[in-house]
């Protein structure tokens, strides 16, 4: 039986076939010990550079080396399959190739040392994997994503990289885990996160281990909560940990990405009165360490949701997306630099 949810506000569609109940892996916690410490930076501002060539919602985003790269989404004029090069160096857009997977968003992205990754999307029918490389500004075919025969929507995923392995979460009543090894080019399935349905999730990895969470979880009365919780992955034990919550609130379809040793979340969206304060236009800095949020006190950045979000050195960038005061299809780029 095919059960249909919907979410976000392109009226994007989330399709669930055959989902089944799976066993809980993760441990009982208390709440309340998992409070988090909220602290203040010393003020800065993000960075306006030059515009995305087009508004767009919903694309697919990474950085390789010293260059950031921005593909597909939803456009004023359709679903585009274009995918354009920034260089922080010029602060200049270059177009490459066509992205030949065909237009989608919603799609997982990271990267593997040298090379982006692109997985999943909008269709029912899509379960592939692609490869790009750089140096000849060309995508690769690789394996798909081994998800029987479960087909998901681009909304439900979510994604990271640790080290010389890919990472794909798919949420079906849990978050489902697959590894990606690009060197034998093999999909291995790992533990399961008690979750239930959510879209909008974000993900980021520090060091040696993979961060989920926050998201819009999709109930069974078909409301919707608004999630702000945090897990570790641990890919050595392939064990699944709480960790402290989210400060900012719960809201899905935010950005993260990794500068140094620290991970980054912020815009996304937090109600579904879609009204200015409802996108979120804030960054919040999480020290893996000793567990804390520190929110940074930024200015300039328009709120926003369905963005793009990674980083390049020292800084962070983020872009596109859906927002209400300057244009639906944002085609705003940002960037935030750490010392």
Known sequence: MKKILSFSIITLSVLFFGCKKTAEFTKSVDPASLASKQTT????????????????????????????????????????????????????????????????????SFTIGNKGYLCLGNSQSIKDLWEYEPATDKWSRKADLPLSSTLYSGTTVTGFSIGNKGYVGVFCGSLQLYEYNPEQDV????????????????????????????????NKDQSNTFMNDLWEYNPETNAWTRKADFPGGGRGAAVAFTINDKGYVGAGISSHNYIDSAFKNDLWQYDSVDDTWTLLDLTGLTGRSQAVGFSIGNSGYIGVGFNLIRSHYSCDFERFSVE
């Open 41 to 108: 930076l010393a003020s800065s501002a993000w960075e306006q550079l030059p515009s995305f060539p087009e508004g767009r919602i919903g694309a697919f985003g990474f950085s390789i080396g010293n260059k950031g790269y921005i593909g597909s989404g939803v456009s004023s004029n359709g679903f585009p399959a274009d995918f354009v090069e920034f260089d922080p160096t010029t602060n200049k857009w270059t177009k490459k190739g066509d992205f030949p997977g065909g237009s989608r968003y919603g799609a997982v």
């Open 187 to 218: 999909w291995t399935k790992k533990a399961e996160l008690s979750t239930g349905n959510r879209t909008g999730a974000i993900a980021f990895s520090i060091g040696n281990k993979g961060y989920v969470g926050l998201g819009i979880k999709l």
